[in-house]
């Protein structure tokens, strides 16, 4: 069965910083890798999704790398700001049918200004 | 991307009572999922809704809990059955959207579900 971590569970950093949250999953096998965000009391964002077969995805301020073989996930923040505070959650589709996704407990990162 | 929409937002009910949730995607789509999120924790998978046929429910869930309609390729409702304050938590609804060289998930903004 598919476990996902992320570490670490929290995290709090000034403004302007750049930084790493981290995803680790135990069966390498998986169709796909999503980070999302999640505000309070709201639904999810996707923010970058990378396939099986690729190693990164970027999107303006954000870079997500995927290391297949060791399980394992980053998501960096450049130049962070406070409207980033939110909570991140790594999700992992495994095998290519119709599987949903198994998610890590997320990352509860404040940026402070 | 897909825009989901789900209804109620939030609702305050009665134990042993029943809400049905309802789901709407902007296009059709082949897969669509219920997840819950209990207070303080991610998101765990109850079922996958098929279009045409009874729902796959993930171990630990039942249909008689939770049971899924999916009359078409844009609709989907969940109802969670005979309440009791446990079952307070998020629900959400998500569709996989096919692209031309990924699939990607997408997620409404939550039915937040209080049972007292």
């Known amino acids: 069965k598919q476990e996902v971590t992320q570490i670490p569970a929290a995290l709090s950093v000034p403004e302007g910083e750049n930084l790493v949250l981290n995803c680790s999953f135990t069966d390498s096998a998986i169709y796909n890798l999503q980070w999302f965000r999640q505000d309070p009391g709201k639904g999810l964002t996707s923010l970058l999704l990378i396939q099986s077969s690729q190693r990164e995805q970027t999107s303006g301020r954000l870079n997500a790398s995927l290391d297949k073989s060791s399980g394992r996930s980053t998501l960096y923040i450049a130049a962070s700001q406070p409207g980033d505070s939110a909570t991140y959650l790594c999700?992992?589709?495994?095998?290519?049918?119709?599987?949903?996704?198994?998610f890590g407990k997320g990352t509860h990162l404040i940026i402070q200004p | 991307s897909a825009v989901i929409s789900q209804k109620p937002s939030r609702d305050i009910c009665q134990r042993g009572t029943s809400l049905t949730i309802q789901c709407q995607v902007d296009s059709q789509v082949t897969m669509m999922f219920w997840y819950r999120q209990q207070p303080g924790q991610s998101l765990t998978l109850i079922a996958t809704a098929n279009q045409g046929s009874e729902a796959t429910y993930e171990s630990g869930f039942v249909i008689d809990k939770f049971p899924i309609s999916r009359p078409n390729l844009t609709f989907s409702t969940l109802t969670v059955s005979n309440m009791s304050p446990e079952d307070s938590s998020i629900y959400l609804c998500s569709a996989m959207l096919q692209g031309w060289q990924n699939t990607e998930a997408f997620f409404g903004q939550g039915t937040r579900l209080t049972v007292v």
């Open positions: 999700a992992v589709r495994s095998g290519g049918g119709a599987d949903g996704l198994t």
